[in-house]
């Protein structure tokens, strides 16, 4: 019986061969669609998750209560995790760790800039990578050591083997390699390719040796024994700075390593969420678009209804049962799938390299996974069923008797429910529409907001080797000048795009008592404020000359105003307890998110000493690419060892928007998929519409109507439809797009332009993809129709 059934659906999709390129169409890109959604959702899920007991791990976070709200981070004092380990009830390890980017390891004559992490010995036991030489027990415990990953030890030593030879750190330490590991996974949130012992990096570096509990220098990493610990280590954690710390108010928190990467947003101390609310939209989006593939399927199924209606009652009158007839339509159904499928995976295979190179990933088809196949035989299994459940109940329930005397076919439900189903599909589609066309209107005000300095023509040059000697930076600003490749130069003790380097150790007469202002502190050089483009409101910058401004320090706007200074140059600040005097005002501008408030900010002068990056304003009347040669070969002269390390201060600013415009491509791509498949549905309803009224047409036509007359008849009826929808949509859109834009500070107002948009476009797709099929009918000869009459 399987083979017949197998032969009639055989027969049938090679008969209507237009029909199956539809639906085999449709269901593919909704397919595909859904697939390459599910494959980033995956993608993003596994963060964290490839370490054997990364559901006992935890992330040591800090609260600190400041400027009448909480702010909570993940780094913490370097006495953390010995504190931790031993007094924290089911502990197993305790370690912490600290990043630095672009050190420079040299074997030989090869030197390469790589990612560099510091730590302690229990490190790779909480997070076990898997050792390919090396024993995993004693690594990190001598203290001119280093592991290396495996690519990063083949760019070294080539195939040689890496163990026991030596490597130098900047050009000082010598350190010897103990262990290679395979490369750190892309979706893990600690990624490196050098890991060096904690010890070396207190060598180093002076200011990291002893206790210091006022000074987040490190990522705390906590395993439990059991989670049944966790309460109660949670709780002793809470009251962790108090007890070592008297006038330290923070708190602490164990934050599960497993939700880091996703659960990153905290609101008064808690986890309120982050990059799970993408997540649940892309999963949302990937459903929603199947379901439509789905309705697609059902429309164009059952506007061939009446050509298939007389096949169903011959078979009823030879004895079929309803179960088997239904039987054979989920089999049409799900070979279909299966057709489409193989169709969806070709799609997903070309698409796929667009796609990670459009999110800087690497996503790809596992076809060795158990877990892949298992969800892509439910995925069919859901789609097949789904798609041909309504039209294997709809067909089946034909009379025999009025069939095949050529009765009409009662379809007023039928039609009701394809109706539904239309307006459900256009319901999605619109909302798409308004919500993708409010997230680029927030995405260019917030780009084009102006953020207090002028980024254009502006780059960044990290301090590297030799460049951190005060006199060699003096050497550099001076020749770029005269090379008239720059019109500015200065120096910046962090990237001038990130966060981070922040105190609440700033008091100033008139503050009250327990008031705690969170402020971040920032060094600069001479010229700062002419060569960023920025203004300077009141008072003077710093001077080369005066090398007593020591003692002096800057503020922005948001400092002044929080500190309610009435007359800010001359006053006295205490910064890290000691005294200072302010003697200027610069103009807010945006070192953090773009979409948040500028926050208080105090300039200390730095006169090269810690300076992390040097600031280069391009001369406009000069070529770019000539101007940026000059200044490599500058850089060079005094640092040859460094590979140079500059980029455009405009496109490291882009990089906040990422998340921002991730969201708007998804949207943009996978909305206008879902669009196009929901137009395949409308002209489902068109065709079996078409199919229904073809002898009213015809009269319509016998008597005098023109084709102008028939189309605005038809096209009526689907105008009405997509107005419902949009009807429908516009308040489900209003409610996800004011949530969605609530979390930013600075937002664009919702306006009617987004509604207005997404009613013309989704009409005019209406009208158009109705049309096709309204004109063909239109322009038949009524004679054809009504010759049996």
Request: hydrophobic share 45%; aromatic share 10%; net charge positive.
């Amino acid at each position: 019986m399987f083979k017949i059934n197998l032969k009639i659906a055989l027969r049938n999709l090679w008969k209507n061969k237009g029909f199956t390129l539809i639906n085999v169409g449709g269901l593919a890109i909704g397919l595909a669609s859904c697939m390459i959604l599910l494959l980033y959702v995956a993608y993003e899920w596994s963060y964290d998750k490839q370490y054997t007991n990364s559901d006992k791990t935890y992330v040591v976070y800090q609260n600190a209560a400041a400027n009448g709200k909480t702010f909570s981070w993940a780094w913490t004092p370097n006495a953390m995790a010995n504190e931790v380990a031993a007094k924290i009830p089911g502990v197993k390890y305790a370690s912490h760790c600290t990043y630095v980017n672009g050190e420079l390891i040299t074997a030989g004559e090869k030197k390469i800039s790589g990612k560099v992490i510091f730590a302690d010995h229990f490190f790779p036991r909480i997070l076990d990578y898997k050792f390919i030489k090396g024993n995993p027990d004693q690594v990190l415990k001598d203290v001119n050591t280093i592991i290396l990953t495996k690519s990063f030890a083949e760019k070294l030593f080539g195939k040689e083997d890496p163990i026991n030879k030596t490597v130098k750190l900047d050009n000082q330490d010598v350190l010897k390699v103990e262990a290679v590991i395979e490369d750190i996974p892309a979706n893990t949130s600690i990624n490196f390719e050098c890991l060096m012992p904690w010890s070396l990096f207190e060598k180093r570096e002076s200011w990291a040796r002893g206790i210091n509990w006022g000074n987040n220098m490190c990522l705390t990493l906590v395993q439990l024994k059991d989670n049944s610990f966790f309460a109660e280590a949670n709780a002793d954690m809470k009251g962790i700075y108090k007890r070592n710390d008297k006038g330290n108010g923070a708190e602490a928190l164990l934050h599960p390593l497993t939700k880091w990467h996703l659960y990153s947003d905290f609101e008064n101390g808690k986890s309120v969420g982050g990059k799970i609310e993408q997540l649940k939209i892309f999963l949302l989006l990937a459903f929603c678009i199947l379901l439509i593939a789905c309705v697609n399927f059902m429309n164009l199924s059952t506007a061939r209804s009446e050509r298939r209606a007389k096949e169903v009652g011959i078979r009823k009158a030879i004895g079929s049962s309803r179960k088997s007839l239904i039987g054979q339509f989920l089999l049409e159904s799900v070979f279909i799938t299966l057709i489409s499928t193989v169709l969806a995976f070709m799609l997903v295979e070309v698409s796929l390299p667009y796609f990670n190179n459009l999110l800087n990933i690497k996503l790809e088809i596992r076809y060795s996974s158990i877990s892949f196949w298992a969800t892509l035989l439910l995925l069919m299994t859901f789609t097949g069923f789904m798609a041909g459940s309504y039209p294997a109940l709809y067909l089946s329930s034909f009379e025999p008797i009025k069939v095949l005397k050529g009765l009409k076919i009662k379809s007023d439900s039928s039609v009701s429910i394809r109706k539904v189903l239309v307006i459900v599909q256009f319901v999605f589609a619109a909302c798409l529409i308004v919500c993708t066309s409010v997230i680029y209107q927030q995405l260019n005000y917030v780009k084009n907001k102006p953020i207090g300095y002028d980024k254009s023509n502006l780059i960044q040059i990290a301090v590297q080797g030799q460049m951190a000697n005060r006199n060699k930076l003096e050497l550099l600003k001076t020749q770029l000048i005269k090379s008239g490749a720059a019109t500015g130069v200065t120096t910046f003790s962090k990237d001038i795009t990130e966060n981070g380097n922040n105190t609440t150790n700033v008091s100033w007469e008139g503050k009250n008592p327990g008031e705690s202002i969170l402020f971040n502190n920032r060094g600069i050089g001479t010229d700062f404020i002419k060569t960023i483009g920025t203004e300077l409101l009141s008072g003077r910058e710093f001077s080369s000359i005066a090398r007593n401004d020591s003692g002096k320090v800057m503020l922005n706007e948001a400092a002044v105003k929080m500190m309610r200074l009435k007359n800010p140059v001359g006053a006295t600040i205490f910064f890290h307890d000691t005294k200072v005097t302010n003697v200027g005002v610069v103009k807010d501008f945006v070192v953090e998110s773009a979409y948040q408030k500028v926050a208080p900010m105090i300039f200390y002068p730095s006169y090269m000493d810690d300076a992390a990056v040097v600031i280069v304003r391009l001369n406009p009347n000069q070529n770019i690419g000539s101007s940026l040669q000059v200044i490599d070969n500058l850089v060079k002269q005094i640092e040859p060892d460094y590979p140079i390390n500059r980029k455009f201060v405009n496109e490291s600013f882009e990089v906040k928007f990422q998340n921002e415009k991730l969201l708007g491509t998804l949207s943009n791509w996978f909305g206008g998929f879902a669009i196009f498949i929901s137009c395949l549905g409308l002209l489902g309803l068109a065709l079996f519409m078409a199919e229904q009224r073809k002898k009213e047409i015809s009269i319509r036509k016998v008597l005098g109507a023109s084709t102008g007359n028939i189309l605005a008849l038809l096209n009526k009826d689907f105008i009405k439809l997509v107005a419902i929808a949009n009807l429908i949509a516009f308040p489900l859109a209003y409610i996800i797009i004011t949530k969605w834009l609530s979390a930013y500070e600075y937002r664009v107002s919702i306006s009617a332009l987004p509604f207005m948009v997404a009613i013309c476009l989704s009409l005019l797709i209406a009208i158009l993809t109705v049309s096709i099929q309204s004109i063909k009918v239109a322009r038949a000869n009524p004679v054809d129709a009504l010759k049996y009459e």
